[in-house]
């Protein structure tokens, strides 16, 4: 005899709840076991004095955002073109706190 | 069993298009008797049926059943009442199309939460007891219309109800299979069901098993036997 | 209790049979729904996670740096600010950077060459990131020819190759001693990139960085906190933007799902008019319809999420690819760890589960309150 519905759906929708839960603790697995490799991604950040990501290599301002002046084109806006896509996944350089209160007399940060 | 007492039903109450249905209307209906509620199309025996079978609250009057006033019910109860006293065949059947004749039959039942597998069974008996057993895993839009109706009423019949209600229930069937409708009829009264009906057709209010034919004509009885 | 749940299971019977009655449709559209959990999920997981990894692992970046400026550019700092900038009280220590680009017009990639202050590299030896080892397709003992300053080429020697869990950060470095960036770039030895300031005490960082802009007016400094700042800003923007341009397929979703789910054809109101009339309430008219919503939204919600959480903890995130490459032909290759919020999770839930189910249950509401003896007018 065929299941019930009710009992098919049921069971289909406990399975993926219990691997719902499960990613969960896959996932916290997984973190405990890169905790050695986090470390040492941090040692060489710390030996190296790292600043970023290398997520794109394509241009400075998209390898070294942290360390892009003011003056580097196109950040502005998702549609620029530039550098699509990264380019429209990078958000405007935030005015650093150094940048806005030191030189307060200041026009135009750089 | 069933009391109706100076009912009206008005539809539309208060718009231009008012229109009175029911005009007051006292009646009496016996346990375990057949009765036919006869009429031209318009009269407002569906209406009453409809009425009788709590599908519908009147506009004003009384309605009792044994002796328990349904009028002031709230919706909820009155649910649970014509869920456990009636039992209904429509017209048109009212299958639900794409469902199985199984789930068809078991429907009516789904609310009160039964055990799946008693109430499979008792689906199961049910068709086979009008002669459809074999077609209980059919889609409904398959069946012909003679089945159909065997369908509807073993849907009507599934929460054991003690008052079967047709309504035309001969209007889309051959006089054959009308016949054979009357016969399942007589067999229900036999078991001790009350039976209400309404029909223009005279293979069912001129049946031997008839025991009372009211005529209903511009919403008022007519006469009744 | 029982009765209870012998009666959810019969809807949940009466919803699934009344789905399946137009499979195509009603696959599809789960297909299209778990389509679009899918893509969202996968955004905010691989976000997410690369958000909190940056966040441990920059960390431990220089506290402070300081760069200068000359007519809007970043340009080299002479060795005197080095000195200056040690005598600035609660400074602990300063040291001068080199760093710097390279084009590589062999394979069209762009690479980081640093001066590594943690390790002393013999003259014509490097030390390449997983990435330059990879699009170069070379390892320990191989050579690497680059194209000087002068336009001289100069061999290299890859002494090691840094490890592959660590090219989130480093895919594209190059490291070389110093005295072959200095003639490589043709950089004179009394010139930095920039300066590297460690500070006696944290809370004191701010307060150094002005003394440092009071006393070299043409210099910017660039706090840690900043970096860590800007990493945060930056996924949230990137997957703010991904979200936008996901809203255009998820808004036509959202047309076509209020369209399903909502307008209630004759048929239906026929089907809700005939359950009424043969004894069911309208409550469980409108439980019955709860279940449709619940049964559609809560599979695309575990079946996207899950395929999502495969897609980029399993698959490393590779339909973002493309995407995140952009130009570039060097890209790190990398797993993201795992870190889930689960606020986010549930945020998803909650919009991708609750507006549909509830979506369905209105119209019915309507519906489900007519009189059941409509059936048999």
Same mark, same amino acid.
């Given at each position: 005899?065929?299941?019930?519905?009710?009992?098919?759906?049921?069971?289909?929708?406990?399975?993926?709840?219990?691997?719902?839960?499960?990613?969960?603790?896959?996932?916290?697995?997984?973190?405990?076991?890169?905790?050695?490799?986090?470390?040492?991604?941090?040692?060489?950040?710390?030996?190296?004095?790292?600043?970023?990501?290398?997520?794109?290599?394509?241009?400075?301002?998209?390898?070294?955002?942290?360390?892009?002046?003011?003056?580097?084109?196109?950040?502005?806006?998702?549609?620029?073109?530039?550098?699509?896509?990264?380019?429209?996944?990078?958000?405007?350089?935030?005015?650093?706190?150094?940048?806005?209160?030191?030189?307060?007399?200041?026009?135009?940060?750089? | 069993?069933?009391?109706?007492?100076?009912?009206?039903?008005?539809?539309?109450?208060?718009?231009?298009?008012?229109?009175?249905?029911?005009?007051?209307?006292?009646?009496?209906?016996?346990?375990?008797?057949?009765?036919?509620?006869?009429?031209?199309?318009?009269?407002?025996?569906?209406?009453?049926?409809?009425?009788?079978?709590?599908?519908?609250?009147?506009?004003?009057?009384?309605?009792?059943?044994?002796?328990?006033?349904?009028?002031?019910?709230?919706?909820?109860?009155?649910?649970?009442?014509?869920?456990?006293?009636?039992?209904?065949?429509?017209?048109?059947?009212?299958?639900?199309?794409?469902?199985?004749?199984?789930?068809?039959?078991?429907?009516?039942?789904?609310?009160?939460?039964?055990?799946?597998?008693?109430?499979?069974?008792?689906?199961?008996?049910?068709?086979?007891?009008?002669?459809?057993?074999?077609?209980?895993?059919?889609?409904?839009?398959?069946?012909?219309?003679?089945?159909?109706?065997?369908?509807?009423?073993?849907?009507?019949?599934?929460?054991?109800?003690?008052?079967?209600?047709?309504?035309?229930?001969?209007?889309?069937?051959?006089?054959?299979?009308?016949?054979?409708?009357?016969?399942?009829?007589?067999?229900?009264?036999?078991?001790?069901?009350?039976?209400?009906?309404?029909?223009?057709?005279?293979?069912?209010?001129?049946?031997?098993?008839?025991?009372?034919?009211?005529?209903?004509?511009?919403?008022?009885?007519?006469?009744?036997? | 209790?029982?009765?209870?749940?012998?009666?959810?299971?019969?809807?949940?019977?009466?919803?699934?049979?009344?789905?399946?009655?137009?499979?195509?449709?009603?696959?599809?559209?789960?297909?299209v729904y778990t389509l679009i959990?899918?893509?969202?999920?996968?955004?905010?997981?691989?976000?997410?996670?690369?958000?909190?990894?940056?966040?441990?692992?920059?960390?431990?970046?220089?506290?402070?740096?300081?760069?200068?400026?000359?007519?809007?550019?970043?340009?080299?700092?002479?060795?005197?600010?080095?000195?200056?900038?040690?005598?600035?009280?609660?400074?602990?220590?300063?040291?001068?950077r080199l760093w710097g680009y390279?084009?590589?017009?062999?394979?069209?990639?762009?690479?980081?060459?640093?001066?590594?202050?943690?390790?002393?590299?013999?003259?014509?030896?490097?030390?390449?990131?997983?990435?330059?080892?990879?699009?170069?397709?070379? #390892?320990?003992?191989?050579?690497?020819?680059?194209?000087?300053?002068?336009?001289?080429?100069?061999?290299?020697?890859?002494?090691?190759?840094?490890?592959?869990?660590?090219?989130?950060?480093?895919?594209?470095?190059?490291?070389?001693?110093?005295?072959?960036?200095?003639?490589?770039?043709?950089?004179?030895? #009394?010139?930095?990139?920039?300066?590297?300031?460690?500070?006696?005490?944290?809370?004191?960082?701010?307060?150094?960085?002005?003394?440092?802009?009071?006393?070299?007016?043409?210099?910017?400094?660039?706090?840690?906190?900043?970096?860590?700042?800007?990493?945060?800003?930056?996924?949230?923007?990137?997957?703010?933007?991904?979200?936008?341009?996901?809203?255009? @397929?998820?808004?036509?979703?959202?047309?076509? @799902?209020?369209?399903?789910?909502? #307008?209630?054809?004759?048929?239906?109101?026929?089907?809700?008019?005939?359950?009424?009339?043969?004894?069911?309430?309208?409550?469980d008219v409108i439980r019955m319809?709860?279940?449709?919503?619940?049964?559609?939204?809560?599979?695309?919600?575990?079946?996207?999420?899950?395929?999502?959480?495969?897609?980029?903890?399993?698959?490393?995130?590779?339909?973002?690819?493309?995407?995140?490459? #952009?130009?570039?032909?060097?890209?790190?290759?990398?797993?993201?760890?795992?870190?889930?919020?689960?606020?986010?999770?549930?945020?998803?839930?909650?919009?991708?589960?609750?507006?549909?189910?509830?979506?369905?249950?209105?119209?019915?509401?309507?519906?489900?309150?007519?009189?059941?003896?409509?059936?048999?007018?």
């Amino acid at each position: 005899m065929v299941m019930r519905r009710s009992d098919a759906f049921i069971t289909a929708l406990g399975v993926l709840s219990v691997l719902f839960v499960l990613t969960f603790a896959d996932a916290g697995m997984k973190i405990d076991g890169a905790r050695q490799a986090l470390e040492r991604e941090r040692a060489l950040v710390q030996g190296l004095g790292l600043t970023d990501l290398c997520l794109f290599t394509e241009a400075r301002y998209t390898r070294h955002p942290t360390q892009a002046d003011l003056h580097t084109p196109f950040q502005d806006h998702p549609l620029a073109l530039e550098h699509f896509p990264t380019g429209s996944l990078f958000p405007p350089q935030p005015v650093y706190a150094t940048d806005a209160d030191i030189h307060p007399q200041t026009e135009i940060p750089d | 069993m069933i009391e109706l007492s100076e009912v009206r039903k008005v539809f539309n109450q208060g718009k231009p298009n008012e229109f009175c249905a029911i005009r007051g209307i006292s009646l009496r209906i016996e346990a375990h008797e057949i009765t036919v509620l006869k009429g031209p199309s318009g009269s407002g025996k569906t209406t009453l049926l409809s009425l009788i079978g709590c599908l519908a609250r009147p506009s004003s009057g009384r309605i009792t059943l044994n002796g328990r006033a349904l009028s002031g019910l709230p919706e909820r109860f009155l649910t649970d009442v014509r869920r456990r006293t009636f039992g209904f065949v429509f017209q048109h059947f009212n299958l639900i199309k794409g469902l199985t004749v199984l789930e068809n039959v078991m429907l009516p039942a789904y609310p009160a939460g039964p055990e799946w597998s008693a109430l499979r069974r008792q689906a199961q008996q049910l068709l086979e007891r009008f002669g459809i057993g074999a077609k209980a895993g059919y889609k409904v839009e398959w069946l012909s219309g003679g089945e159909a109706q065997r369908v509807a009423i073993c849907r009507a019949l599934i929460n054991d109800p003690e008052v079967l209600i047709a309504d035309e229930p001969t209007a889309n069937l051959d006089t054959k299979l009308s016949r054979e409708f009357m016969e399942i009829v007589r067999m229900l009264k036999e078991q001790g069901k009350t039976v209400i009906l309404t029909s223009h057709d005279p293979v069912v209010f001129a049946a031997p098993v008839v025991d009372r034919l009211i005529e209903v004509r511009d919403g008022l009885i007519a006469g009744g036997a | 209790m029982l009765t209870f749940i012998r009666r959810q299971k019969y809807l949940i019977d009466y919803t699934l049979s009344s789905l399946l009655r137009r499979k195509t449709k009603n696959l599809g559209l789960l297909l299209v729904y778990t389509l679009i959990v899918f893509l969202l999920a996968s955004v905010m997981l691989y976000t997410h996670a690369l958000q909190r990894e940056a966040g441990i692992i920059l960390a431990e970046s220089p506290e402070l740096i300081v760069q200068r400026m000359v007519a809007g550019r970043h340009d080299l700092v002479p060795a005197e600010y080095l000195e200056a900038l040690r005598g600035i009280r609660g400074v602990r220590a300063a040291q001068g950077r080199l760093w710097g680009y390279y084009y590589d017009p062999v394979v069209k990639a762009n690479y980081t060459l640093l001066v590594p202050a943690d390790r002393a590299l013999q003259r014509g030896e490097i030390v390449v990131g997983a990435g330059v080892a990879r699009t170069h397709n070379m #390892g320990r003992g191989d050579y690497l020819t680059l194209r000087a300053a002068d336009g001289k080429a100069m061999p290299l020697r890859v002494a090691d190759v840094l490890h592959h869990e660590s090219e989130l950060v480093s895919a594209d470095l190059i490291l070389l001693g110093e005295a072959d960036y200095r003639e490589f770039f043709r950089i004179d030895a #009394g010139l930095y990139t920039d300066l590297a300031l460690q500070v006696r005490n944290p809370r004191e960082v701010r307060t150094i960085a002005e003394k440092v802009t009071r006393l070299f007016p043409d210099t910017r400094p660039i706090l840690r906190e900043e970096i860590l700042r800007t990493y945060d800003s930056i996924f949230n923007w990137r997957q703010g933007i991904v979200v936008v341009l996901l809203s255009g @397929a998820i808004l036509a979703f959202a047309i076509f @799902a209020w369209d399903k789910a909502s #307008g209630l054809s004759a048929e239906e109101k026929r089907e809700i008019g005939i359950l009424k009339a043969i004894g069911w309430e309208t409550s469980d008219v409108i439980r019955m319809k709860f279940w449709e919503g619940a049964v559609i939204s809560l599979s695309a919600f575990l079946g996207g999420y899950l395929l999502a959480y495969l897609h980029v903890f399993y698959g490393a995130a590779m339909l973002f690819e493309p995407v995140l490459k #952009g130009w570039a032909v060097l890209y790190p290759a990398f797993r993201p760890v795992p870190f889930i919020d689960g606020l986010q999770v549930a945020t998803l839930f909650f919009l991708t589960v609750f507006p549909y189910t509830a979506a369905t249950i209105v119209p019915v509401w309507r519906a489900a309150i007519m009189d059941p003896d409509a059936v048999m007018r």
